[in-house]
């Protein structure tokens, strides 16, 4: 049997290893899935989310085991990754449960006295769901609740270098006691994922990662009528305008920039800065980023552990170097941290740059940030647009009005004002260009995992 092995960032030593399901195993987990799909549907939305919540309790009681496996999965310090399952995770299941009956409401439709006509809200299917490893639970919990409580059946692949996360869901759901199948995961390869996408047991498909891996999932899907959520990256921008609250923007976007080293969709890569305030937002800026702890992410003390593997920190270098070349400045030096080896990897801010260099247009997903001045909104709006990204983007001001107007100009699924890499469960969670399409989160998160039908009944 086929294995693979999940490789610490932590020490380079093997911390998980598993085998592939087999062709055998596959075949009989889409069965289970579709035989359970057919009870599920008609349990009610009210018990599904007994279910769900049940499972969530889980994960608060089990914090700690799991934080500690996250950190040596994926190498985010320890001082952080219990916040992942606290926090956002349990933010955005309870939203989504919470709001689940109104979004899978039917639509009625005013007509005649001798009818009666509504759309009802239809589960998929079966649902597979593709997760990363620099969110895992963020990112999964993003659908799965949803799949859950719209009446589809769940199969699960996450990254071979967070495989725990699967089966910690497993033991979630079995610990809520879900019923067998509705919920199940699969260690797979990526030859066996093209070949579940193309079975007509699956539904849907939502995938988190790369364009690459996001085009290889639509060409796939393109081959049958079924659809994909494909949530895909970003080159997230933030414009400092020039009234902006300086010590307010600069504490956030250093942790925008920096937090889970870099390694974030929707993470600050570039800073536009008004002229007025771009040395005084830069020297902040590196002030702050000084402060930083780079090390051992299993130790309290570390703030910026290793980024996921050696050839991430080496591709991230490239990014830096090829700026240098170009004649961006460099303003952390040998001096500002001790020196370390790949995948560990110290904070880096760039100034001098400009579009020419790709450290200001591909995503580095990396603890670059790279800051340049503008004189005025109009060319912030524009470097801002100048992406085949389009996550989200930021802005830094004290006017709500003039924020609204440049949001509409901004071509993001996510537009802030003094806040960024936050993703709101009552919003929808969207991209636009290369960032992918679909839509996780809020009520209108609900529509990709149901379907319509409508109920045109004549009473005679």
């Not at 579709?34 to 919540?53: F, H, I, K, L, N």
């Not at 080496?314 to 090829?322: C, L, W």
Request: glycine letters at 8%; one cysteine or more; proline letters at 5%.
């Amino acid at each position: 049997m086929k294995a693979f092995q999940t490789i610490s960032p932590v020490d380079g030593s093997v911390y998980v290893e598993r085998t592939y399901a087999t062709e055998k195993e596959v075949d009989s987990a889409l069965d289970k899935a579709s035989q359970a799909q057919r009870g599920w549907r008609e349990t009610s939305v009210e018990d599904r989310a007994g279910y769900c919540a049940k499972a969530i309790e889980y994960f608060q009681e089990n914090v700690s085991e799991i934080a500690e496996e996250l950190t040596w999965q994926m190498g985010r310090p320890i001082r952080y990754t219990p916040l992942e399952v606290k926090g956002g995770f349990r933010e955005r299941a309870l939203h989504m449960i919470k709001i689940a009956s109104d979004a899978l409401a039917d639509v009625q439709v005013t007509s005649p006295n001798d009818f009666r006509k509504f759309i009802r809200k239809e589960p998929l299917g079966t649902v597979l769901i593709l997760s990363p490893w620099n969110y895992p639970y963020l990112t999964s919990v993003n659908v799965i609740i949803p799949a859950l409580m719209s009446g589809n059946t769940v199969i699960l692949k996450h990254s071979e270098q967070t495989p725990l996360c699967a089966e910690r869901y497993a033991a979630a759901f079995e610990y809520a006691g879900l019923p067998d199948g509705v919920f199940q995961y699969l260690h797979i390869s990526n030859d066996q994922v093209r070949g579940i996408i193309h079975d007509p047991r699956i539904a849907q498909v939502s995938f988190t990662g790369s364009v690459e891996g996001g085009k290889a999932i639509q060409k796939a899907v393109g081959e049958r009528f079924i659809s994909a959520g494909l949530e895909l990256g970003g080159k997230d921008p933030a414009y400092v305008r020039h009234d902006a609250k300086l010590s307010h923007a600069v504490e956030n976007l250093v942790d925008g920039a920096f937090f889970n080293s870099g390694q974030s969709c929707c993470g600050i890569e570039r800073i536009y800065v008004h002229e007025t305030l771009f040395k005084a937002f830069v020297d902040g800026f590196i002030d702050l980023t000084r402060q930083y702890v780079v090390g051992d992410p299993t130790v309290q003390e570390t703030t910026l552990g290793p980024m996921v593997r050696g050839k991430a920190a080496e591709r991230a270098q490239k990014f830096i170097d090829g700026a240098l070349a170009r004649g961006a400045r460099a303003l952390i030096g040998d001096s500002d941290f001790p020196t370390v080896a790949p995948p560990y990897f110290n904070p880096q801010v760039l100034i001098d740059t400009d579009h020419s260099m790709e450290v200001m247009i591909e995503e580095c997903f990396a603890p670059i940030a790279a800051i340049m001045p503008v004189r005025d909104d109009e060319e912030a709006i524009r470097l801002m647009n100048d992406s085949r990204y389009g996550l989200t983007a930021s802005i830094w001001t004290e006017d709500e009005e003039r924020a609204i107007a440049i949001g509409d100009r901004t071509e993001a699924g996510t537009w802030y004002m003094n806040r960024c890499d936050y993703l709101d469960p009552a919003l929808a969670w969207t991209g636009v260009k290369n960032s992918g399409k679909g839509c996780t989160l809020s009520a209108l998160g609900y529509e990709q995992l149901t379907r319509p039908k409508s109920y045109h009944l004549k009473l005679v």
